[in-house]
């Protein structure tokens, strides 16, 4: 059996008055999308059970079939598995966004989309001068892809300061929202905000930044700390489930959680983790990589991003080149290797209206060898709303998707 998944990241959404009070996936034209509906399943799922964040990283990791409730520990720890970084059993990743705050306000949590090289120059700043010994322990900061970059505390003498109690907010999830009244509380809170404030005057006339305002790009005026945790411990995908996996992402938590549970990471040429990714690039990796695995999972960021800047148009735009150059393809292409099935669903519903992720079931598509088709005609929303065929906790489907029930 060969098996696909497709993550349209966030692509689950609300109505819009600007689409004739349509969600994107209803508007977008999605003929490959809808076929898989008829031919299959249209179901929910909850990612996101709470008291826990509705984020990439609880998401993903219950739409791998692992329960965030058990397992999760923080975002950052995830991402740093991509990144190559080894935590030991006391130390603790932080996520270190480069930001821009303008008057204020979260301005824009990418920094302007900033580039991996602009972005490595910034960092290698901030280990310069924020990097070393503190008090009890030791601070590395690690340059990562584009505005995602992480910090790592190795308690040395004591114990690090930060615990289960530490909050720390997502900047994406705080748009155009004053800085001041998110920044980080509890255990440790005050040396993430004390980390965060001494980066500011080493942005303020840095050369990287004259040099992208005279661009006329959008400065990186300070990082933002948030997404700690410490190392997670998970059951082999292989071992849990049976099938040997790889991810297809160009985003470090995605890839991360993927080869946590022991994924091969395989990188698209082209994929940037954004709008301007090459849709096409990575429905041919995906294809390419059913030859060695027995699952192959296609994450695209684009429908996220998209959300995050209240952008409708590119929303449906993302959705529409990701059912023609990645669903399209890998439906043409599953039946060929003989017994098949295709998922294809978001992590976590991500709102035009408020820009940020938000709790609630998101839909999904099942269909291939041994799924009886359920007579729905697209997949969208609504159909799913209406579909008896629910799993909350979300990380039950996967399950259920592999025929292991």
């Known amino acids: 059996m060969k098996y696909a998944i497709i993550i349209p990241d966030g692509c689950a959404d609300e109505p819009q008055a600007s689409l004739g009070n349509l969600t994107p996936l209803q508007?977008?034209?999605?003929?490959?999308?809808?076929?898989?509906?008829?031919?299959g399943v249209v179901g929910r799922a909850n990612n996101v059970p709470k008291p826990l964040t509705p984020a990439s990283d609880v998401a993903t990791l219950?739409?791998?079939?692992?329960?965030?409730?058990?397992?999760?520990?923080?975002?950052?720890?995830?991402e740093t598995v991509a990144m190559g970084l080894k935590l030991g059993p006391t130390d603790w990743a932080i996520r270190c966004n480069l930001v821009t705050v303008k008057d204020g306000l979260m301005h824009d949590f990418t920094a302007g989309h900033i580039n991996n090289a602009d972005g490595a120059r910034l960092m290698a700043t901030i280990h310069e001068h924020l990097g070393g010994q503190v008090d009890g322990g030791r601070l590395e900061f690690h340059a990562g892809v584009q505005y995602r970059n992480a910090l790592l505390y190795r308690p040395e003498s004591k114990a690090a300061p930060f615990s289960a109690e530490t909050i720390a907010q997502p900047p994406h999830d705080i748009p155009d929202r004053p800085a001041a009244e998110h920044l980080p509380k509890g255990p440790g809170a005050e040396l993430l905000i004390r980390l965060m404030e001494q980066s500011k005057p080493l942005f303020a006339n840095h050369p990287v930044n004259r040099e992208r305002i005279a661009r006329g790009e959008k400065p990186a005026t300070q990082i933002w700390l948030w997404g700690q945790g410490r190392a997670p411990s998970v059951i082999s995908f292989a071992r849990e489930y049976g099938p040997r996996g790889a991810i297809v992402s160009a985003v470090d938590l995605v890839r991360g959680t993927a080869m946590l549970i022991g994924w091969h990471r395989i990188d698209a040429p082209g994929a940037t983790g954004y709008l301007d990714t090459d849709y096409a690039s990575k429905g041919r990796t995906g294809i390419a990589a059913l030859k060695e695995h027995d699952l192959v999972c296609v994450h695209v960021e684009a429908p996220d991003e998209a959300s995050h800047e209240g952008r409708t148009d590119e929303k449906i735009k993302a959705l529409e080149r990701i059912d023609e150059y990645i669903v399209g393809p890998l439906l043409e292409e599953l039946p060929k290797r003989g017994d098949w099935r295709i998922l294809i669903s978001p992590d976590h519903r991500t709102t035009l209206k408020t820009r940020a992720h938000a709790y609630g079931a998101v839909p999904f598509v099942v269909a291939g060898t041994g799924i009886e088709p359920g007579g729905q005609k697209s997949y969208d929303e609504v159909v799913a709303a209406e579909s008896s065929l629910e799993f909350d906790p979300g990380w039950k489907l996967m399950r259920w998707f592999l025929g292991r029930t």
Do not use: E
């Open 62 to 78: 219950s739409l791998f079939g692992y329960d965030p409730l058990a397992v999760y520990t923080g975002r950052a720890p995830l």
């Open 27 to 39: 508007a977008a034209r999605l003929p490959n999308m809808d076929r898989a509906a008829r031919m």
